[in-house]
């Protein structure tokens, strides 16, 4: 399976925005798939994610009430709506998949596959 994900951008601060995460096999609605996000000089963090199974998300605490995770399964496509978004938000954006649920979702290296990223970059 491989990653695409697309609808970074340049906003200004209280801005939204939609990212998408597009994968190229149907069996990607079997996935669970994460977001990350790395700023220049620090680390990868997690951002949000949703069960291949159930549907049930997990957020950042930072994030939570502006970033929503969803999924279309006809699209093969995951989505993060962000909004309200702040300068802080400035970072690379990455989509990541796996067969399955980690109760360590929150770890960039439980997850095995990786979108090449989209960059978001929020002014002030």
């Known amino acids: 399976v491989q990653l695409q994900a697309s609808g970074g951008g340049l906003v200004q601060a209280g801005a939204s925005l939609r990212l998408s995460c597009t994968a190229s096999?149907?069996?990607?609605?079997?996935?669970?798939v994460g977001w990350f996000r790395q700023a220049p000089g620090k680390e990868r963090e997690f951002v949000a994610a949703?069960?291949?199974?159930?549907?049930?998300?997990r957020y950042l605490d930072s994030v939570k009430g502006r970033f929503t995770i969803t999924r279309d399964r006809a699209k093969n496509t995951v989505y993060l709506d962000m909004s309200s978004l702040k300068p802080e938000d400035t970072a690379l954006y990455y989509c990541?998949?796996?067969?399955?649920?980690?109760?360590?979702?929150?770890?960039?290296?439980?997850?095995?596959?990786w979108g090449q990223g989209t960059l978001v970059t929020v002014s002030s």
């Open positions: 990541a998949a796996r067969a399955y649920w980690t109760v360590k979702y929150y770890s960039p290296i439980e997850w095995h596959l």
């Open positions: 096999e149907r069996t990607f609605s079997n996935y669970a």
């Open positions: 949703i069960r291949e199974s159930n549907g049930a998300t």
